[in-house]
């Protein structure tokens, strides 16, 4: 799994990041992005506004480690930690995507900041992305090793699952009165796997 620094160094969070990134979750939760100030992260954490400062110098690079943790929590608690690597990607990414359909963070962002997620769907790629590509590739590349996923460049391969997943986070709401939740899920897993699996010349499953 890629390692994720946290306000800018490889040090674990203090306890003081952490009350200020949890006063940013809550932010978020309520008010959306747009509407997070530092003054009000800082009065929720209970420290002085210099102190967010000297850990983020602005909002959004405040926001962007939050993201980054949120979803670095989630993809570590979702991926399996043994298995063929094709199983184990399939149903991180599956259950992934279900506990980010359901987290309030994200939620929130979904419904008050469209035109934020747009630019990470249209414009450019979003650190969580790049990250996510990383940790796709890795186990793309075990995958690979172990006869399970068919070649392919792992970068490639895994920059199709992002989308993939993304499509289906962002585009669950729209279709939920054709495909429930529980099918939603078999069915990005169906086609997660069907896109992995090797063909009869590639080996061992």
């Known amino acids: 799994m890629q390692t994720i620094d946290v306000a800018g160094t ?6 003081i990041d952490l009350a200020i990134l949890d006063a940013a979750r ?7 992005v747009r509407r997070t100030t530092l003054t009000e992260v800082a ?5 002085s506004r210099p102190t967010v400062y000297r850990r983020w110098p602005d909002t959004g690079s405040l926001l962007a480690e939050l993201l980054v ?15 063929p690597a094709r199983a184990r990607l399939v149903d991180g990414v599956v259950a992934g995507a279900a506990t980010v359909r359901a ?12 035109d934020l997620m747009l630019t990470y769907v249209f414009g450019r790629l979003g650190r969580n992305q790049r990250e ?3 940790l796709f590739a890795a186990l793309i590349r075990e995958g ?7 070649p392919g460049d792992p970068d490639e391969l895994a920059t199709m699952i992002l989308l993939i997943s993304q499509s289906v986070v962002q585009s669950a709401g729209t279709v939920g009165h054709i495909l429930a939740e529980p099918r939603l899920d078999a069915e990005l897993a169906h086609v997660l ?4 699996r090797p063909g009869d010349e590639s080996g061992p499953l």
């Open 10 to 15: 490889g040090d674990e969070p203090s306890e």
């Open 26 to 32: 809550a932010c978020v939760e309520e008010f959306g």
């Open 43 to 47: 009065r929720r954490a209970g420290v």
């Open 69 to 83: 943790r949120e979803l670095r929590g989630i993809v570590g608690r979702t991926i399996p930690d043994s298995g």
């Open 103 to 114: 987290n309030p963070l994200f939620a929130k962002i979904f419904r008050t900041d469209t």
């Open 132 to 134: 996510l590509i990383l």
């Open 144 to 150: 690979q090793r172990d006869g399970s996923i068919r």
């Open 193 to 196: 796997d069907g896109y992995l």
